[in-house]
């Protein structure tokens, strides 16, 4: 059988238009659609064809409300169509393992499975993305659920080996509160010819990107924010956030060995 790829520059146009949205319409996408959506998320690339990820499709109102408050009360968990939490997952691997009578534990508890299975997580979230937004819906990824990511790894029963990556909100997105399009790094400073290249190279290139920046944030705030993204950067990691993960993911079976 001859297959062949074919050219399909319209997957450009959706990726290059993306956009967070953070205000839907009350308006529940199709089940056909998300079947759609999820078939497009199963055909994701994963290491060794390992697949070491999980998706929980959470519906329940109250669980919703829930995951909002864990999050740091981000309204559009509730009010999103459709609310997934990806997981890293290597608890489905150690069962078959059990059940083959092989002791993986040395690799489970390996920091490279734990890349692995982090990076499945998110290659399939994109793969949604890119998925959802072909069908004219809007995604916004909620990193606010670690945060919490006990409460939320007790809410959705999740086994050991398990731990939320992130969640993300899907559905039709307000035309009324549509942001523009956030501008890029300039691709010199991110996209290197054979080796990185020293960082004063990049300096004038983020210094232009500062200006853009600000000039967006001042657009989009009606004046009120004027900083620019070196600005934002240093100033969200001057206090480090969430020291408590290496410990949770421990407790979670991801002792980092």
């Given at each position: 059988m001859n297959l062949?790829?074919?050219?399909?520059?319209?997957?450009?146009?959706v990726l290059q238009q993306h956009r967070s949205i953070r205000r839907f319409l009350d308006k529940t996408i199709p089940e056909a659609d998300i079947q759609r959506i999820v078939s497009s998320t199963l055909a994701v690339s994963s290491s060794s064809h390992g697949q070491a990820f999980s998706i929980i499709n959470v519906t329940n109102p109250e669980n919703r409300k829930k995951l909002a408050e864990y999050?740091?009360?981000?309204q559009q968990v509730i009010d999103c169509?459709?609310?997934?939490?990806?997981c890293a997952d290597l608890h489905r691997?150690?069962?078959?393992?059990s059940r083959a009578g092989a002791d993986l534990t040395a690799s489970l508890d390996s920091t490279e499975m734990f890349i692995i299975a982090t990076v499945d997580a998110a290659l399939a979230?994109?793969?949604?993305?890119?998925a959802?937004?072909?069908?004219?819906?809007?995604?916004?990824y909620i990193g606010g659920l670690r945060n919490n990511p006990q409460q939320v790894s007790e809410l959705l029963k999740l086994p050991e080996r398990v731990y939320p990556v992130f969640g993300m909100c899907i559905g039709y997105p307000d035309p009324e509160h549509i942001p523009g399009l956030k501008p890029r790094l300039p691709r010199e400073a991110v996209f290197f010819q054979d080796e990185y290249a020293p960082f004063e190279q990049s300096v004038p290139y983020l210094l232009e990107y500062d200006q853009t920046?600000?000039?967006?944030?001042?657009?989009?705030?009606d004046g009120r924010r004027a900083e620019t993204w070196s600005d934002t950067m240093i100033d969200s990691k001057k206090v480090p956030r969430r020291m408590f993960m290496k410990s949770f993911l421990?407790?979670?079976?991801?002792?980092?060995t």
């Open positions: 062949q790829i074919k050219s399909n520059p319209e997957t450009l146009a999050a740091g009360n981000q169509s459709h609310f997934f939490v990806f691997l150690e069962g078959l393992a979230a994109q793969n949604t993305a890119v959802a937004e072909a069908l004219g819906l809007g995604i916004v920046m600000k000039q967006y944030y001042l657009d989009r705030t421990a407790e979670r079976g991801f002792p980092l």
